[in-house]
């Protein structure tokens, strides 16, 4: 069962363009929403997180912009570079079993920013 | 400071064999999980461990797969009598606690080829 649903699979924005990134959930237990960055043969990397108590949180470039009705968040990427081209993750969690976060993740988006 | 180290990094078996993949979380970091991800996918957990128990094991798709942390630093996962479909790569992360909103940091990953 996919709890957490990520679109697009893949993405191409041109240099100094937006991108945008949409995740839907179902469990309405989940209670952290963070997104990931990944490059090639490396570990995901935090990147970015929300609480469902805010609609929107900005850090520099990044914005993940939250709905709780539609149980759906996304991450915008405003003037893309290159250097963002990755893989994206979207990801939720709940208070979990013994205090324990597992983290639920979306089916990724790869990212190509044109020079 | 060190991050989250695995060792392989990469490990090709024969199906049917027995492999050991190391994880060495960020000292300190008493919260340790184990993700997999498949090719193309996100990680899916497998394991958390708090502590030197294994507070939640409910990613274990079978028992063919184990892990331990005997210490409370240092974990294995260890996969018995492997099979094709095992192939993937294993990711380990850590965290100072495991409560919700604490970084999940991952290691590179242990990319496991069963032939």
């Known amino acids: 069962q996919q709890q957490v649903k990520q679109s697009p699979q893949s993405l191409i924005v041109q240099k100094g363009g937006i991108s945008i990134i949409n995740c839907a959930y179902e469990?309405?237990?989940?209670?952290?929403f963070p997104w990931y960055q990944q490059f090639p043969g490396k570990g995901p990397a935090l990147l970015i997180a929300i609480r469902p108590d805010v609609s929107e949180k900005k850090e520099g470039r990044f914005t993940i912009s939250f709905n709780k009705s539609a149980k759906q968040f996304s991450l915008h990427i405003m003037d893309s570079q290159p250097g963002d081209s990755a893989t994206y993750f979207c990801a939720a969690t709940s208070p979990g079993y013994n205090a324990g976060n597992m983290l639920t993740f979306g089916g990724g988006t790869r990212l190509m920013v044109k020079p | 400071g060190a991050g989250v180290s695995q060792t392989p990094s990469n490990k090709v078996t024969e199906k049917g064999k027995y492999v050991e993949l190391r994880c060495d979380p960020i000292?300190?970091?008493?919260?340790l999980y184990w993700y997999r991800q498949s090719l193309g996918q996100g990680p899916e957990f497998l394991i958390y461990f708090q502590g030197t128990g294994a507070a939640d094991d409910s990613g274990l798709p079978n028992d063919r797969f184990f892990a331990v942390r005997p210490e409370g630093s240092v974990s294995t996962l260890k996969i018995q009598r492997t099979e094709r479909g095992d192939s993937a790569v294993y990711l380990c992360a850590s965290s100072l606690q495991g409560g919700l909103t604490y970084t999940q940091y991952f290691g590179p990953g242990t990319r496991l080829t069963v032939l």
């Open positions: 000292s300190g970091h008493t919260a």
């Open positions: 469990n309405t237990a989940f209670d952290y």
